[in-house]
């Protein structure tokens, strides 16, 4: 079995677990003021973490929960056990479980899993990226103006993001901005075309490896909000789109980050 067809079953045998957990509306505790976590996405994380153990005993391992293993392998598997925790621990319908594994800096295999749809989204570098194993691509929206995009807001730290600003001023040049809940997931809808763009301040490698090469792997293109090569260990921030729309996004950001917004916010 290839590294990314055990990454498969690995993702849908820990879905399916977490839609079992969903069915009985566990409750969460907290880590920090408003970060969730709930029992769900520690039982994923061990068996995550346990599955790649045993298929791959020398390979690193970084899992969001703090279950991962270190070693001084080229490989290292980055494993959100349970993406959207606030939307599972209120029972809406929209998480994953995403693996996304790095092979000396590079991003080489990603699977993204929401058992709510039964989605498989899945890339391996150079191979192309795919829902259900059939081939996707990426948007051909040429203009921010005819765009739907998405963006989210982290957990930790909430009230120092400035994303509000990026928020705003992207939702009124484009036909919106969806705000899902899953970093994942609305990459890999940037992936299929269901999106034209995402960005998000502040993620963690787990968040954001796989669902990246699955952009780039469907024909669409990672940096970081800047403009600079994305660094799934290194950026502050994302922008991911169909690559028709990059020039466009980021001399929009280019402009929020220089404090000039074309629309300001409205005043209460
Ligand atoms: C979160 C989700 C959310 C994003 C947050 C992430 P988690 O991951 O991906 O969409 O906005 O930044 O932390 O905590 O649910 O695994
Ligand atoms: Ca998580």
Redo the contacts with the bound molecule.
């Keep these: 079995m290839s590294y990314l067809e055990t990454a498969v079953e690995i993702a849908r045998e820990a879905g399916g677990l977490v839609s079992r957990y969903l069915e009985r509306r566990i409750g969460y505790q907290t880590k920090g003021e408003f970060d969730l976590v709930t029992e769900a996405d520690r039982a994923s994380e061990k068996l995550v973490v346990e599955r790649l153990r045993s298929h791959f005993p020398t390979h690193n391992i970084v899992a ?1 929960e703090g279950g991962g293993h270190q070693s001084a392998s080229e490989y290292r598997w980055f494993v ?1 056990p ?5 939307n599972f621990a209120h029972g809406f319908p929209y998480f994953n479980v995403t693996l996304g594994l790095e092979r000396a800096g590079e991003i080489v295999a990603g699977v993204v899993f929401d058992p709510t749809r039964d989605e498989l989204f899945t890339a391996e570098r150079g191979a192309g990226a795919y829902l259900n194993n059939r081939r996707i691509h990426v948007s051909t929206v040429a203009r921010l103006a005819d765009s739907l995009g998405s963006t ?4 930790r730290k909430r009230h120092h993001n400035v994303n509000i600003h990026f928020y705003y001023q992207l939702a009124m040049a484009s036909h919106g901005v969806r705000r ?5 997931i609305d990459l890999a809808y940037v992936a299929c075309g269901r999106l034209d763009l995402y960005w ?1 301040f502040g ?1 963690k490698p787990w ?1 954001w490896a796989a669902g990246s090469l699955l952009v780039e792997e469907a024909g669409g293109r990672v940096s970081d909000m800047r403009g600079a090569t994305h660094s799934v260990t290194e950026s502050d921030h994302i922008l991911a789109d169909n690559g028709a729309l990059h020039a466009e996004t980021l001399a929009a950001f280019a402009e929020i980050f220089a404090g000039k917004l074309r629309i300001p916010l409205p005043e209460i």
Excluded: I
């Design positions: 969001e959100d349970l993406d959207g925790t606030t989210g807001f982290p957990s899902t809940g899953s970093a994942a998000e993620l968040d």
